[in-house]
T-cell receptor, first 110, second 114 residues
């Protein structure tokens, strides 16, 4: 059974204070690891897909990296508008469905 | 481009009533997923369809829940009879698995059963 564990559960940063969110996973035959952003009252918004260890993707202040056991979402010089819950998900084998972690709630204070 | 469309956005109903949630996936996508999100359990997959055919409904909590996809542009999730523990946000997502596995989510339906 696929498993995804995200840490920390919550993170408070000052504006400009860089940090990283962690996603540890267990999956048989990883086919993809996904990062989503979810704002209150909205559906998850797709950010990145990573397919293999060593891969990196960037978007504005966000950079996602992948190893064989975990993924990191690095946030560089965050702004208050980066405040949201960040979700990690994996899919493996022949599955089409995603298994989601419980998320990290990020708050960036001005 | 229009994203995934869900209706209604909010539904308040009394215990025992039938509830129908609706979803229009992104045009051209071949897979559709229904999720439920609560504070306690996070985001849970209920059922998914590929090319309008139900593939895995193991996440459907019990026989009170049913889902259909009569065509490529429409799906429903029905709860009959509804119970207070069904209160949650229900999301529909779609993907084009011929191009990638990422799913695109709708805005959700917040269901409250009193």
């Amino acid at each position: 059974e696929d498993q995804v564990t995200q840490s920390p559960e919550a993170l408070r940063l000052q504006e400009g204070e860089s940090s990283s969110l962690n996603c540890s996973y267990t999956v048989s035959g990883l086919r993809g690891l996904f990062w989503y952003r979810q704002d209150p009252g909205k559906g998850p918004e797709f950010l990145f897909t990573l397919y293999s260890a060593g891969e990196e993707k960037e978007k504005e202040r966000l950079k996602a990296t992948l190893t064989k056991k975990e993924s990191f979402l690095h946030i560089t010089a965050p702004k208050p508008e980066d405040s949201a819950t960040y979700l990690c998900a994996v899919t493996g084998g022949s599955a089409r469905q995603l298994t989601f972690g419980s998320g990290t709630q990020l708050t960036v204070l001005p | 481009d229009a994203g995934v469309i869900q209706s209604p956005r909010h539904e308040v109903t009394e215990m025992g009533q039938e509830v129908t949630l609706r979803c229009k996936p992104i045009s051209g996508h071949n897979s559709l997923f229904w999720y439920r999100q609560t504070m306690m359990r996070g985001l849970e997959l209920l059922i998914y369809f590929n090319n309008n055919v139900p593939i895995d409904d193991s996440g459907m909590p019990e026989d009170r829940f049913s889902a259909k996809m009569p065509n490529a542009s429409f799906s429903t999730l029905k709860i009959q009879p509804s119970e207070p523990r069904d209160s949650a946000v229900y999301f529909c997502a779609s993907s084009d698995t011929n191009r990638g596995m990422e799913q695109y989510f709708g805005p959700g339906t917040r269901l409250t059963v009193t």
